[in-house]
């Protein structure tokens, strides 16, 4: 899953986003199948993977279940990661005024 969650990673970050998008829908489709700890490593890919693509409703989708998974296996570093997430895409919205009252 590390491999998986490397090379999702990369292949977002060099705009080989066909690769990347086949790969992203191959996690997806697969999650249900995987373990507690594997799925959070997924999701992590997944996050990451959507704010490469400014897909920011998904981000959050990934990064909320990501974390209520992270929570319930005490694993500390990946909730960490995902409130970044969460964070960031708050403060795109402030950025780009849409949470403005």
């Not at 491999?3 to 990369?10: D, G, I, N, T, V």
């Not at 990451?48 to 998974?69: F, I, M, P, Q, V």
Request: glycine fraction near 2%; charged fraction near 30%; charge should be neutral.
């Amino acid at each position: 899953m590390l491999f998986l969650e490397a090379q999702l990673k990369y292949l977002s970050q060099t705009k080989k986003l066909t690769q990347a998008k086949d790969l992203a829908q191959h996690l997806e489709e697969k999650i249900a199948q995987h373990s507690s700890k594997e799925k959070i490593i997924i999701l992590r890919a997944l996050a990451n993977y959507y704010t490469d693509t400014d897909s920011l409703r998904k981000t959050l989708s990934a990064a909320l279940a990501g974390l209520e998974l992270a929570m319930k296996d005490d694993d500390m570093a990946s909730q960490a990661y995902f409130l970044r997430k969460v964070a960031d895409a708050y403060n795109f919205l402030n950025d780009r005024g849409v949470n403005d009252g």
